[in-house]
C-alpha cells in the first residue's frame, strides 16, 4: 500500500507563473489536507476537502491559492500568478473516514518544495 | 484549539529512554492527544495518540495524567534515527485539523 505521494518533489517557478502543486492519498483515504511550511517557520494548515468538496479552508490565503479533489485523480493545490513568499514547503495529508472526533491518524506525504525565483 | 506547551529543545543519549513532556491545562473530555514528529526535510509522521488511558505502539508510549492536564511521550531506547521536532497536538471534531505548535526539537548523541 503506497504511501501519500506527492508531485513534484522540487518545483521552480518564475514570478508571476502558476504552481500545480499533486497528492494522491493513501487508498481508500477520502479525506485530504494541505499544510503549508515556510523556512525556518512551523506547519500551518490551508485547506480540507473531501472527493468534490471543499470542507475547511480557513488556512488559504484569500487570492491566488485554490485547491481541489476531483471524483477522479490527485487532489491539486493551485497557486497562481507566484511570488517569492510563496516559497515554501506545501505537505498532503490523507486519512480515512474518522471512526470517532479526533481518533484518526493522518499520514503526511514527503513535500513538494517550491521555490520563487 | 485547545493550547499546548512543550520545552522547546531536549537531549538524549543514544540507547537511552527519552521523556517528552507536554503540558495541555485547558485541554476539554473530548480532545485527543496526539504526537507526530518530523524529522529533517521530511514530511511529518504520525506517532501515537489517545485519549485517558496509556497508549503503546512499536514507535512509543503515550502516558497521560489522571486529570489529563498533560502527557508524556516516552521514546525506550533512542536511535539516532529519532532526532526530529515532536509535536503535541489536541484534536477534536469529525478531521484531522492539525495545529502544529512549535514543538520540542530532540537532538540524539552517540
Known amino acids: 500500500n503506497a504511501g501519500v505521494m506527492q508531485n513534484p518533489r522540487h518545483l521552480v517557478r518564475r514570478r508571476g507563473q502558476e504552481a500545480r502543486l499533486r497528492c494522491s492519498p493513501m487508498?481508500?483515504?477520502?479525506?485530504v489536507y494541505w499544510y503549508r511550511q515556510l523556512p525556518e517557520e512551523g506547519l500551518k494548515f490551508m485547506v480540507y476537502?473531501?472527493?468534490?468538496?471543499?470542507?475547511?479552508e480557513s488556512g488559504m490565503p484569500k487570492e491566488r491559492f485554490s485547491a481541489e479533489f476531483p471524483k477522479e485523480g490527485p487532489s491539486i493545490l493551485r497557486i497562481q500568478q507566484v511570488v517569492r513568499g510563496d516559497s515554501a514547503a506545501y505537505f498532503c495529508?490523507?486519512?480515512?473516514?474518522?471512526?470517532?472526533?479526533?481518533?484518526?491518524?493522518?499520514?503526511f506525504g514527503q513535500g513538494t518544495r517550491l521555490t520563487v525565483v | 484549539d485547545a493550547k499546548t506547551t512543550q520545552p522547546n529543545s531536549m537531549e538524549s543519549n543514544e540507547e537511552e529512554p527519552v521523556h517528552l513532556p507536554c503540558n495541555h491545562s485547558?485541554?476539554?473530555?473530548?480532545?485527543?492527544i496526539h504526537w507526530y514528529r518530523q524529522l529533517p526535510s521530511q514530511g511529518p509522521e504520525y506517532v501515537i495518540h489517545?485519549?485517558?488511558s496509556n497508549v503503546n505502539n512499536r514507535m512509543a508510549s503515550l502516558a497521560i495524567a489522571e486529570d489529563r492536564k498533560s502527557s508524556t511521550l516516552i521514546l525506550h531506547r533512542a536511535t539516532l534515527r529519532d532526532a526530529a521536532v515532536y509535536y503535541c497536538?489536541?484534536?477534536?471534531?469529525?478531521?484531522?485539523?492539525?495545529?502544529f505548535g512549535a514543538g520540542t526539537r530532540l537532538a540524539v548523541h552517540p
Open positions: 485547558t485541554i476539554s473530555g473530548t480532545d485527543y
Open positions: 497536538i489536541l484534536l477534536t471534531g469529525g478531521y484531522n485539523k492539525l495545529i
Open positions: 489517545g485519549l485517558t
Open positions: 476537502l473531501q472527493k468534490e468538496n471543499i470542507i475547511d
Open positions: 495529508a490523507s486519512s480515512p473516514r474518522a471512526k470517532q472526533g479526533g481518533n484518526t491518524e493522518a499520514f
Open positions: 487508498k481508500g483515504h477520502s479525506h
